[in-house]
């Protein structure tokens, strides 16, 4: 029987409360494959979730995104076999473990110009954007975009994605050294949102246009900015809270700043069905190959390592992608 060694949580908090446990996996079910994972994906949920943030029933493992190789079948599973590369991002929490049994229809295989490494470190931050640029606001050529956080993960795929679509392109970023970064990604202007009057200084670079949609994944810290930084019915897209949960509002406040559209959408609902998730895998696949998306790995853990990797993630110490390599 394989072995396999996990995350597990008993309790939620600091990134101590995570323990490695070892276990025997049992042989895949029907409708399920095992694999020998290569590469574990990191992401800002993961966090959310250890801390209870996003609460979880516990005992519970963590991660929601790796690549691996499969080992063995279960039955009925027909359109994989051993030796395949595959990689994944919704196939349930636990990620976080060198070996997994996975639901088959979870699985995406990968291509060949695809390797383990840049698959983890991107698949799950690859989906989001591909959705957030083509399905929550389809960007298009001349659509000033205004990406919050352009020197993180997400952020850097984002701005290189808007980018190749023909817009005009402004990061935001929490340093001027990571202001440079999201220029590198394909920022046309950084402004620090460290400072105050940042606001101003992106209104500035539009010529006084303000944005056609604003992609805010700060929360907090960027919110009622980002309100002020989107042009009259223009797009404010929240989708995720780094700097802690937006505050309630008075919706009556979109209508006074333009009568703006607000939404907080996710990434499972847009991937929910087979059909539509490895389509959408293909697009980011293919935006690998024409060198769109790009793999910046900023830092690799070992297993072992994983509360610091939850550390420095924490502490903004990371800039572009993190991977736990089992």
Known sequence: MTKTTAVQLTEFGAPEVMRLVSADLPAPAEGEVQLKQTAIGFNYIDIYQRSGKYPLPAPTGLGHEAAGVVTALGDSVTDLKVGDRVVYMNAGIGAYATHRNVVADRLVKLPDHVDD??????????MTVQYLVTKTFPVSKGDIVLVHAAAGGVGQILSAWAKALGAIVIGTAGSSEKCAIAREAGCDVAVDYSDTGWVSRVIDATDGKKASVVYDSVGQHTFLGSLDCARPFGHVVVYGSASGPIA???VELLNKKGG?????????PH???LATFRANADMVFDALGQGIVRAQIGARFALAEVAKAHIAAQNRAITGAMVIVP
């Open 117 to 126: 490494e840049s698959a983890a470190a991107v698949f799950f931050k690859a």
């Open 248 to 250: 309630p509002f008075d």
């Open 260 to 268: 703006l559209y607000l939404t907080r959408p996710s990434v499972f």
């Open 271 to 273: 991937n929910a069905d």
